[in-house]
């Protein structure tokens, strides 16, 4: 049995389909990200799903039983991550723990308040007021609060944004270990290395559709392509004409995809060589969800 299921999701507002006929599955114990741009639906998504928005359309079932609303019996296996907006400034880390807790009708025993503070790093905080901290920190209240009721199912909404790579790696790490403990994680991302490194299905969402789905392994294979050549030259023009598939990744470096990585590179240093131009920092480069997004909508996952 699914622990969730998403049959058909509408929300619209006005002329925005913020969220235009979305379904999927969630088993017990999975990762599932759901990957796109900003402005995509994933918030509006997770959040019908959480109960904090009402849909227009569609079924959610958690655990194979429908449910027209996400009532209080629901929402005490759901662990949500607010958005800063929702936690009180003059509290202190200690305090807004007990607080959530509390709304779930929950009494923090000292050592569960430890390890959550323990667990998030939060250690030298505890005592400082919310409207003291720093984004990294009010980052990691968030998911603290989000794991207060201890949930089945954790719904984390961009969770690393606005953190720094070894911040990121922390979080990614405490993902990892709420699925050992046997809990199910879906989180929204546009960040495509989160996605990689944690999810063990991806759904790609754009203008509130989702555009593709699967494994990281099913969606790369999808693009049926090996690998990708990069480089910096001058004139790129060239290259964008002579060599398909070939497009700028940003102002100066071209990317080119290629089954024949040999071939390629040679093809690029004869075209270099034949107008007099020198080719920098060539890499070859494994596909990645990145180019699955562009290879799809023909944009980046940030512009
Ligand atoms: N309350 C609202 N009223 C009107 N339009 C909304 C509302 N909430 C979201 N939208 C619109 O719906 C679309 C989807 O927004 P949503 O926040 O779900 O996207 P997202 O993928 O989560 O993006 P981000 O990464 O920026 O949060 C956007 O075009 C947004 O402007």
Redo the contacts with the bound molecule.
């Keep these: 049995m699914s622990v969730l299921e998403v049959k058909n999701l509408k929300k619209y507002?006005?002329n925005?389909k913020?969220?235009d006929g979305v379904s999927f599955t969630m088993e017990q114990g999975q990762i599932v990200a759901l990957l796109?741009?900003?402005?995509?639906?994933?918030?509006?998504?997770i959040e019908i799903i959480e109960g904090l928005r009402k849909k227009d359309e569609g079924e959610i079932f958690y655990f194979g039983r429908k449910v027209e609303t996400i009532d209080e019996e629901i929402k005490k296996i759901l662990g949500v991550q607010l958005q800063k907006s929702a936690f009180l400034d003059n509290l202190t880390v200690k305090e807004t723990l007990e607080l959530f807790a509390g709304l779930y009708g929950i009494s923090l025993k000292a050592s569960q308040l430890r390890e959550l503070i323990e667990m998030f790093m939060l250690q030298e905080k505890m005592n400082s007021r919310v409207k003291a901290l720093s984004g990294g920190q009010m980052q990691r209240l968030a998911l603290a609060v989000a794991l207060v009721n201890d949930p089945k199912i954790v719904f984390l909404?961009?969770p690393t944004t606005g953190l720094d790579p070894q911040a990121r790696r922390h979080v990614w790490q405490i993902v990892r270990g709420l699925v050992e403990k046997g809990k199910t994680v879906l989180l929204?991302t546009?960040y495509m290395e989160e996605a990689e490194e944690l999810a063990d299905y991806v759904l790609i969402?754009d203008h509130?559709k989702i555009i593709a789905e699967g494994t990281v392994d099913d969606l790369i294979k999808m693009l049926n392509m090996d690998s990708y050549l990069e480089f910096v030259v001058e004139k790129p023009e060239v290259f964008l004409e002579r060599m398909p598939g070939a497009r700028m990744l940003n102002d100066e470096k071209i990317t080119v995809p290629t089954k024949k990585v040999e071939d390629d590179v040679q093809k690029i240093f004869v075209l270099a060589k034949n107008e007099g131009l020198s080719v920098e920092n060539l890499v070859v480069r494994r596909p990645n969800l990145e180019d699955v997004f562009l290879s799809l909508t023909g944009r980046h996952l940030r512009d």
Excluded: L
């Design positions: 507002y006005g925005v913020a969220v796109g741009p900003n402005g995509a639906g994933k918030t509006t998504t909404d961009e929204t546009h969402m509130g």
